[in-house]
């Protein structure tokens, strides 16, 4: 448990670095990404000081986590139908993350555990994939000019 602990540390710090760099790219509502840029370097630090117990707790509050940013994201595909072709695609990942969310809430522990690894992977791969597609997008933008 020491490792995931540490692992989901890692992963947030991750994420903060995204969040601090979309932050500075956005044109607007570039509050919101530093915000979570700030939650999820606190959410780091925590899991840093007791990695033991910080799957454990991860485990506890995952609906909620889920729901968050499946809100976020769905914020996110509205705020962006003028400048992202593919908006849609950020809705339904956060509309499927709001289900997830409420799902996971009502778990036994050792499933919200499993799901907790399972959405670790996820997460990464759905991030992944979203940077690349941004990526594409930038690069065409450059073209045009």
Do not use: C
């Not at 890692?10 to 932050?23: E, K, P, S, V």
């Not at 139908?81 to 993350?97: E, V």
Request: glycine share 10%.
């Amino acid at each position: 448990m020491t490792t995931v602990g540490i692992i989901v540390g890692i992963m947030f710090l991750g994420f903060a670095f995204q969040q601090f760099t979309l932050a500075g790219l956005a044109d607007s509502l570039s509050w919101v990404y530093a915000i979570l840029g700030v939650l999820f370097v606190a959410a780091a630090v925590l899991a840093f000081i007791s990695p033991e117990n910080t799957f454990a707790a991860i485990a506890d509050i995952l609906g909620f986590l889920f729901l968050l940013v499946g809100v976020f994201w769905i914020i996110e595909a509205f705020a962006s139908i003028d400048a992202n072709p593919l908006w849609w695609l950020t809705l339904i990942a956060g509309i499927l993350m709001v289900i997830l969310g409420f799902y996971t809430g009502g778990a036994f522990f050792i499933h919200r555990a499993f799901v907790l690894l399972v959405f670790a992977g996820i997460w990464s791969l759905m991030t992944g994939i979203t940077d690349i597609v941004r990526a594409f997008q930038i690069r065409k933008a450059g073209r045009l000019f």
